[in-house]
């Protein structure tokens, strides 16, 4: 079986410092990849013209993909977009309502799972095409499991958007819900494919997978587990992708051996040794994946080998994209569309997320105190939602109380003349409107807590 590398070419394509090959063992699988004869060769510059959507597959799995492409445009079903209720009653009622799915249903849950602040959320609202989950630049955004829908023509994906994993340590520090260390490892439980999600442009998280994703996968080996490492718009040097992926997998993809090798290489190149600087595929190589159902806990020994490990050798497949752009994560959602299974949908078609009105809400007001208060001031934050009207006119009226720990922490939610506060009030209004499909008009008042 040959492995293939699978792209697009994007309007901002970015340039690798020297070609590389990809070969396999049958002729038609091998390409020599130059900026001379590249096959996606828009905005033509010195070097090899990288495509940071793709993916590492196999060739049947490529052809499905293809044909799922093709049967899709053959008929779609208009279904209306989906939205959160502003009122929970009918929340609840929409959560409840019976699926109406075809005859020819198809479902797959998908958990990602990752280190803190790795993309997992941004992921997920592009895949859903709606920004229903709270996102920042700092970790621990995501404080508890919830699932988004995305349902296409006969298929219907569940995500299921997971907390960082993280150890009980750090749970003490930042002042975190214990849930914290219990949603991600039960969410997998439910999960027909995991998603691992790695922050490539990070340069001490992407050289190794995180302790706790490590043990995550040793203890469900039998669920089918994708690498995508994301943010590669982010990474400069390009050609550092493969190199990351061969770590990251123990330099095995779908059972397969892999290496990657330059075609030629500069006189400045840094010298790296025969295993980390060839690409090849043997059918000899293939690697037999451990058939034993995974045990309820591991040994000892079975950590410390983890704690050796950089990656992990049974990945089916590896994505390189960025989640904020669309156009990547439509390749990502459509390897989901294909690798649905025959199954009953549960949720009917019109759900987005199972998370409350009021969930949503504060999960918003708590990314814009994230993204606008320094340290562990947000962390230490509570909320009290004091109003929640649904006018006739179509406008939703909603009052939140901040209580904060500290005098100084109250002053700088405040700020200058109320300022910070009217920000993140106004902030979170827009974001709100655009889930509920109304305006929203947003009141914040800070108090602090005795």
């Known amino acids: 079986m040959a492995l293939r590398l699978f792209g697009r070419c994007l309007r901002d394509a970015a340039i690798l410092s020297?070609?590389?090959?990809?070969?396999?063992?049958?002729?038609?699988?091998?390409?020599?990849?130059?900026?001379?004869?590249?096959?996606?060769s828009r905005g033509r510059r010195n070097g090899f013209i990288f495509t940071p959507a793709c993916f590492i597959t196999s060739e049947a799995f490529l052809n499905r993909l293809m044909k799922g492409k093709a049967a899709e445009a053959d008929g779609n079903i208009y279904r209306l977009p989906a939205s959160v209720p502003p009122d929970s009653g009918e929340q609840l009622s929409l959560l409840l309502r019976h699926p109406?799915?075809?005859?020819?249903?198809?479902?797959?849950?998908?958990?990602?799972?990752?280190?803190?602040?790795?993309g997992k959320s941004t992921l997920t609202n592009q895949l859903l095409g709606k920004k229903v989950f709270a996102v920042s630049k700092k970790v621990h955004t995501t404080r508890s499991r919830a699932l988004g829908v995305l349902t296409k023509n006969d298929t219907q994906i569940i995500l299921l958007d997971?907390?960082?994993?993280?150890?009980?340590?750090?749970v003490k520090r930042h002042q975190l819900e214990k849930s914290l260390l219990v949603d991600p490892w039960s969410t997998v439980k439910e999960a027909?494919?995991?998603?691992?999600?790695?922050?490539?442009?990070?340069?001490?998280?992407?050289?190794?997978?995180?302790?706790?994703?490590?043990?995550?996968?040793a203890e469900h080996p039998h669920i089918p587990a994708i690498l995508v490492l994301n943010?590669?718009?982010?990474?400069?040097?390009?050609d550092r992708m493969l190199d990351i992926t061969a770590q990251l997998t123990c330099g095995v993809v779908n059972g397969h051996r892999m290496r990657v090798r330059p075609v030629i290489k500069p006189p400045w190149a840094e010298k790296r040794s025969e295993k980390d600087s060839e690409l090849s595929l043997d059918e000899d190589n293939t690697v037999h994946e451990d058939s034993n159902k995974p045990n309820s806990t591991l040994s000892k020994e079975q950590l410390n080998v983890l704690r050796s490990q950089q990656g992990w050798p049974h990945f089916k497949d590896v994505f390189m994209l960025s989640s904020v752009d669309r156009e990547d994560v439509e390749t990502l959602k459509s390897y989901f569309m294909v690798a649905a299974k025959?199954?009953?949908?549960?949720?009917?078609?019109?759900?987005?997320?199972?998370?409350?009105p009021e969930d949503i809400c504060t999960n918003t007001i708590r990314e814009k105190l994230l993204e606008y208060l320094?340290?562990?001031?947000?962390?230490?934050?509570?909320?009290?939602?004091?109003?929640?009207?649904?006018?006739?006119?179509?406008?939703?009226d909603i009052s939140v109380k901040l209580y904060t720990k500290k005098e100084t922490h109250m002053k700088m939610v405040i700020g200058t003349g109320g300022q910070m506060v009217a920000r993140i009030a106004q902030e979170a209004s827009e974001d709100l409107s655009k889930v509920y499909l109304r305006e929203v008009k947003l009141k914040l008042s800070v108090k602090l807590r005795k």
């Open 342 to 356: 025959p199954g009953s949908w549960q949720y009917h078609s019109e759900v987005l997320t199972d998370q409350s």
């Open 18 to 40: 020297r070609p590389l090959v990809v070969s396999g063992p049958q002729e038609s699988a091998s390409w020599l990849l130059t900026a001379g004869n590249a096959a996606c």
């Open 162 to 170: 997971t907390p960082g994993l993280t150890t009980p340590s750090k």
């Open 192 to 217: 027909d494919l995991m998603v691992i999600m790695v922050d490539a442009a990070d340069r001490w998280m992407c050289s190794r997978l995180d302790f706790e994703v490590l043990k995550c996968l």
């Open 231 to 238: 943010k590669v718009d982010l990474v400069k040097a390009k």
């Open 374 to 396: 320094p340290q562990e001031v947000p962390y230490s934050i509570t909320q009290s939602i004091e109003l929640w009207q649904d006018r006739e006119d179509d406008q939703l």
């Open 100 to 118: 109406d799915q075809p005859d020819n249903a198809k479902v797959l849950k998908v958990a990602i799972i990752g280190a803190p602040n790795a």
